[in-house]
């Protein structure tokens, strides 16, 4: 995937290592329209129905990111991210993950609930040269997910260096809803990272005290691999499914026209009935899927996806598209009551840097931090306290998500953030919440498939070091196998 934009020597400078880069910076580059990179669906290998076979290979690679700099990227099949990986609930799945790196590596399934030994944390290692295969079936309803490696240590430095792909889950639901479905024309992938380039367009890591007290921060934010792309749109409306896969920033999103914009899923799938909003909240390792009504906006005319003023991702309007209607109803969306909870735990984020925590603790693989039993519900009442880190932070603003939690092998549902009400866009099923300093969120969720799982913070430098509990879901076998 080559990704070319022409370099402006000399404009950025040291003052936005920390923020973004404004557009300005890009104002000379070349113009090209379509430049978005749409990663490819990956062949199905099984001609058996309802079976699907996919082949990884984890590989070293080069991305010109700006023309005439080669930079060394990694990359599922190709030179940076990964092909887009499909299958349908009920489907078994085998993915073979061949490891051509120098170094060891896992893939975990985000947002896919299967046992333990199949999730690709970090009990799951794939040392060089050697092959894994992942075998589970689709369990759960149509969702936007996404696999990434979950080594230890090592997760924040291969993510950052290209790392990462989309995983698309369809069910009865989703293929008759009368919605964009139209892969990269009118259902489009939208992986959002954000990268430091040097002045000479080198690509570069860990350059600063800071990146490892908050998690790396880039002065450049890229769409599927490419800076600052730019893609035809139908006039009409369209899916969007945005990921977060950035190592640390989140991100508050809106288009820069008054188009009409309706959240339609989170992390664990659809929600009930479209919600308008005007704005999008992505912390690392979240989804949301939209639906963008562009045919209020003329042909020929451009709309801009932007954080902040920094408009990193144009839509021209294109003709007219299919004709689509915002449904009036999506799915089937049961909440999970707070009585039906057999306990309560409390997780509490702390520190920043080499000092993360979770409950005081920092990650050890060869200890268990909690046991659950299968098919019990519970609720985690997650945390962020900064304690004596607080004075460091204010300077970053209110708002700002200092950690963030996510919990493997598992969906859940969000009762509260500070005794409130959570917010339109945390109320379908989640498996990743953003915690600014001081907030308190109570999650509540059902344990449906055995083994050991992760529940970590997925700002991936303080993953890495060590902000990362196990729990151990527990067959109670005087009750029979509920797997
Ligand atoms: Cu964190």
Redesign the pocket.
């Known amino acids: 995937m080559i990704t070319r934009r022409k370099f402006n020597v000399g404009l950025l400078t040291t003052a936005f290592l920390s923020g973004l880069a404004p557009k300005v910076l890009y104002a000379n580059s070349r113009e090209d329209w379509d430049n978005l990179p749409i990663p490819p669906v990956q062949k199905n290998e099984s001609t058996k129905k309802g079976y699907v076979k996919y082949t990884i290979n984890v590989q070293k690679g080069f991305t010109e990111f700006f023309e005439g700099v080669r930079v060394p990227t990694l990359g599922y099949n190709g030179n940076i991210l990964g092909p887009t990986l499909r299958a349908k609930k009920g489907d078994i799945v085998e993915i073979v993950v061949n490891n051509k790196l120098d170094e060891e590596t896992t893939v975990h399934w985000h947002g896919i609930i299967v046992p333990g030994e199949m999730d690709g944390g970090p009990h799951q290692r794939i040392l060089p040269g050697k092959q894994w295969t992942a075998k589970f079936i689709v369990d759960q309803q149509a969702a936007t997910v996404w696999y990434h490696p979950h080594g230890i240590g090592t997760t924040a430095s291969q993510v950052y260096w290209g790392l990462g792909g989309l995983f698309i889950l369809d069910d009865e639901v989703s293929e008759n809803l009368n919605i964009p479905n139209e892969y990269g024309i009118d259902d489009i992938p939208i992986i959002i990272q954000d990268k430091r380039f040097l002045n000479d367009g080198r690509l570069v890591y860990l350059t600063s005290m800071r990146d490892i007290m908050f998690g790396m921060l880039g002065n450049t934010v890229l769409v599927n691999g490419a800076i600052e792309p730019k893609k035809t749109v139908p006039r009409g409306i369209v899916r969007f499914r945005l990921l977060n896969a950035s190592n640390a920033r989140s991100y508050l999103l809106k288009f820069d026209k008054q188009i009409p914009i309706f959240l339609i899923a989170t992390d664990g799938g659809f929600i009930e009935k479209p919600i308008e909003i005007n704005k999008i909240f992505l912390s690392p390792g979240e989804r949301i899927e939209i639906l963008a009504d562009f045919s209020s906006i003329n042909e020929g005319d451009i709309v801009s996806l932007e954080d902040g003023n920094y408009k990193f991702l144009k839509f021209k309007i294109g003709k007219k598209g299919k004709n689509y209607e915002i449904p009036p109803r999506l799915a089937n969306f049961n909440k999970i009551t707070k009585d039906e909870s057999f306990k309560t735990r409390d997780f509490v984020?702390s520190g920043l840097g080499h000092m993360?925590n979770i409950n005081g603790k920092q990650f050890d693989i060869n200890r268990i931090d909690e046991i659950v039993e299968i098919g019990t519900t519970e609720i985690w009442r997650v945390s962020a306290n900064m304690g004596m880190h607080r004075m460091m932070i204010n300077n970053n603003g209110r708002n700002y998500v200092?950690?963030?939690f996510h919990a493997h092998g598992v969906l859940f549902q969000v009762l509260s953030r500070n005794g409130k009400p959570p917010a339109l866009h945390e109320r379908g099923w989640k498996d990743t919440i953003a915690l600014r300093d001081g907030d308190t969120v109570e999650l509540i969720m059902k344990f449906k498939k055995k083994g050991i799982f992760m529940y970590h913070?997925h700002?991936l430098e303080?993953e890495d070091n060590g902000?990362m509990g196990q729990f151990l879901v527990k067959e109670d076998k005087s009750k029979g196998d509920l797997v």
């Open positions: 984020l993360v200092i950690h963030n913070c700002i303080h902000m």
